[in-house]
């Protein structure tokens, strides 16, 4: 069956630095775009990246744009975010996502304190 798992997640300081990846299996990986969302405390989930199936196009949200990169490793079967100079508001559980599949990680904690 289609699964998508995340790792990566955990407690930085602001300014920080964390890597998330999510390893993807039961579907031809490279086939698809891959998104990754967030969803903090009280909000509702919002979409973060998206990278299409080769990796030549991506988009972010204007809130992380600068910051974060989203690429991927087709034959790893792996999507990442690499996020930078990270803030407080950063702080949500990160999920990635095919929207073809229907398909959602169970999600990795990011908590971004002093």
């Known amino acids: 069956q289609v699964q998508l798992v995340e790792s990566g997640g955990g407690l930085v300081q602001p300014g920080g630095s964390l890597r998330l990846s999510c390893a993807a299996s039961?579907?031809?990986?490279?086939?698809?775009?891959m998104r990754w969302y967030r969803q903090a405390p009280g909000k509702e989930r919002e979409l973060v990246a998206t990278i299409t199936r080769t990796g030549s196009s991506t988009n972010y949200a204007d809130s992380v744009k600068g910051r974060f990169t989203i690429s991927r490793d087709n034959a790893k079967n792996t999507v990442y975010l690499q996020m930078n100079s990270l803030k407080p508001e950063d702080t949500a559980v990160y999920y990635c996502?095919?929207?073809?599949?229907?398909?959602w990680g169970q999600g990795t904690q990011v908590t971004v304190s002093s």
């Open positions: 996502r095919n929207e073809i599949w229907n398909a």
């Open positions: 039961g579907f031809t990986f490279s086939n698809y775009a």
